[in-house]
């Protein structure tokens, strides 16, 4: 079966067909500057996708641009598939499912009034998230769709780790809690380790994921199940990131709201877009260029790449004794697959833990690896993520029963 996966946002439109027999990615695109005057798709086909189609047109709304993306699928030239038939059904993330979701679903009317009643805490994605369902709807009725939700799967944690010190009232009355993000690929990570290491004979009980992007959070997972993570009610708390601050004490919101006088939503614009990476290191927020950066001798990238360092390396210890011990460690997404330095840093130091990197094995970008020593008694992988692929799996199982 082929699986369309969409990833809608605001103004534009990720997407994937994968074959799911083969699970080979064979058309992917772009679909940019929705509802505005001019606005571009970009689609990719062929051998590793390196074919390039752009059409600049206009995307009135979300339904005109899932139009384009179906036409460029079946287009005499640049297409992949006959008719739009072949596709059996639809994936879609979705940011938000709040505690009403702990795992993915058909798309019905009670999970698209869910996805809605999620909205006060996904204010810009779930919209966009449902506008994307909605318009596959129209253009492609009768296909199943399927929701997946990146909160899902963090849903498993105790009370003690996702309730937060503010009155339980607003627990009660506003659903004020953390939630966690990036579960999709948290589960899928954590998934493909414990079939990998159930292979290899490594211990698997209790895991650390750390997916580190340009968004980045760590989870604990023991057999299987979420206990913790980094990421909070929204995508900012936790680690520093690109451009996301991460923990910062409350207070410093007021703080630099009365001294700087801005109101309380851009200062939090502040934290989400101007601080991080970019903010510390006024370079980038491009891990690749922070640390060319700092190889050039820049002050604040290095300080930057230290606070990055160090930031992890105490969620690591944290999450570690939260567990009661480690087998575990896994490092994924854009830095953590390709950034051997920046995993040799975080590890640094945690011997006590059990953690010894092989230098020579941690030479590696994007692929399935050991990275840690024979005597280590944690084992540390680097295992690519891959969340288009897990949503068309979810996608997949649902829509088969
Ligand atoms: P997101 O999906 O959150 O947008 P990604 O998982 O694609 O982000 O990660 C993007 C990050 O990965 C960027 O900071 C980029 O610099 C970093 N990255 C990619 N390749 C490398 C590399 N070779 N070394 C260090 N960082 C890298």
Same mark, same amino acid.
């Given at each position: 079966m082929k699986i369309l996966v969409i990833n809608a946002g605001s103004s534009s439109l990720k997407?994937? #067909?994968? /074959?799911?027999?083969?699970?080979? $990615?064979?058309?992917?695109?772009?679909?940019?500057? +929705?509802?505005?005057?001019?606005?571009?798709?970009?689609?990719?086909?062929?051998?590793?996708?390196?074919?390039?189609?752009? $059409?600049?047109?206009?995307?009135?709304?979300?339904?005109? %641009?899932?139009?384009? !993306? #179906? /036409?460029?699928?079946?287009?005499?030239?640049?297409g992949v598939i006959a008719d739009t038939k072949e596709i059996g059904a639809v994936g879609h993330r979705v940011l938000h499912g709040g505690d009403k979701f702990t795992?993915?679903?058909?798309?019905?009317?009670?999970?698209?009034?869910? +996805?809605?009643?999620?909205?006060? #805490?996904?204010?810009?994605?779930?919209?966009?998230?449902l506008q994307g369902i909605l318009a596959c709807e129209k253009v492609m009725p009768g296909t199943p769709q399927v929701a997946v939700f990146d909160t899902a799967f963090h849903q498993t944690m105790p009370p003690k780790a996702f309730m937060y010190g503010v009155p339980k009232k607003y627990y009660d009355k506003h659903a004020v809690r953390r939630y966690g993000f990036h579960g999709t690929s948290h589960r899928y990570v954590s998934g493909r380790a414990a079939q990998l290491l159930e292979e290899k004979g490594y211990k698997h009980d209790k895991m650390i994921v750390a997916h580190l992007g340009n968004g980045s959070s760590l989870s604990a997972v023991v057999d299987g199940k979420c206990v913790d993570t980094s990421m909070g009610l929204t995508?900012?708390?936790?680690?520093?990131?690109?451009?996301?601050?991460?923990? !910062?004490?409350?207070?410093?919101?007021?703080f630099i709201a009365?001294?700087?006088? #801005?109101?309380?939503?851009?200062?939090?614009?502040?934290?989400?877009?101007?601080?991080?990476?970019?903010?510390?290191?006024?370079?980038?927020?491009?891990?690749?260029?922070?640390?060319?950066? %700092?190889?050039?001798?820049?002050?604040?990238?290095?300080?930057?790449?230290?606070?990055?360092?160090?930031? +992890?390396?105490?969620?690591?210890g944290a999450y570690a004794a939260a567990m009661g011990g480690l087998d575990t460690l896994i490092f994924t997404a854009g830095i953590g697959e390709n950034d051997a330095l920046g995993r040799w840093k975080v590890c640094e130091g945690l011997e006590f833990l059990g953690i010894k990197i092989d230098p020579e094995a941690n030479k590696v970008r994007g692929e399935e690896k050991l990275i840690s020593t024979p005597d280590s008694k944690v084992s540390v992988w680097v295992i690519p993520t891959n969340e288009e692929l897990a949503i068309a799996m979810d996608t997949l199982e649902l829509t088969s029963k």
């Amino acid at each position: 079966m082929k699986i369309l996966v969409i990833n809608a946002g605001s103004s534009s439109l990720k997407y994937q #067909l994968i /074959d799911m027999d083969t699970r080979d $990615v064979i058309a992917k695109g772009l679909a940019e500057r +929705i509802g505005m005057d001019s606005s571009r798709l970009t689609h990719r086909y062929g051998a590793d996708c390196a074919e390039k189609y752009v $059409v600049d047109t206009v995307f009135k709304d979300h339904t005109s %641009a899932i139009q384009m !993306v #179906l /036409d460029a699928l079946v287009d005499a030239q640049h297409g992949v598939i006959a008719d739009t038939k072949e596709i059996g059904a639809v994936g879609h993330r979705v940011l938000h499912g709040g505690d009403k979701f702990t795992a993915s679903c058909i798309v019905d009317d009670a999970c698209k009034n869910a +996805i809605r009643a999620c909205y006060p #805490l996904g204010p810009l994605h779930n919209p966009a998230n449902l506008q994307g369902i909605l318009a596959c709807e129209k253009v492609m009725p009768g296909t199943p769709q399927v929701a997946v939700f990146d909160t899902a799967f963090h849903q498993t944690m105790p009370p003690k780790a996702f309730m937060y010190g503010v009155p339980k009232k607003y627990y009660d009355k506003h659903a004020v809690r953390r939630y966690g993000f990036h579960g999709t690929s948290h589960r899928y990570v954590s998934g493909r380790a414990a079939q990998l290491l159930e292979e290899k004979g490594y211990k698997h009980d209790k895991m650390i994921v750390a997916h580190l992007g340009n968004g980045s959070s760590l989870s604990a997972v023991v057999d299987g199940k979420c206990v913790d993570t980094s990421m909070g009610l929204t995508p900012l708390e936790g680690v520093l990131m690109g451009t996301r601050s991460g923990n !910062v004490d409350p207070a410093v919101v007021e703080f630099i709201a009365n001294l700087e006088n #801005l109101s309380v939503t851009n200062t939090l614009t502040m934290l989400n877009k101007e601080s991080g990476l970019l903010g510390i290191s006024g370079v980038s927020s491009d891990m690749r260029d922070v640390n060319a950066a %700092a190889d050039a001798g820049n002050e604040n990238a290095k300080l930057a790449l230290d606070m990055w360092q160090y930031g +992890i390396k105490k969620y690591i210890g944290a999450y570690a004794a939260a567990m009661g011990g480690l087998d575990t460690l896994i490092f994924t997404a854009g830095i953590g697959e390709n950034d051997a330095l920046g995993r040799w840093k975080v590890c640094e130091g945690l011997e006590f833990l059990g953690i010894k990197i092989d230098p020579e094995a941690n030479k590696v970008r994007g692929e399935e690896k050991l990275i840690s020593t024979p005597d280590s008694k944690v084992s540390v992988w680097v295992i690519p993520t891959n969340e288009e692929l897990a949503i068309a799996m979810d996608t997949l199982e649902l829509t088969s029963k």
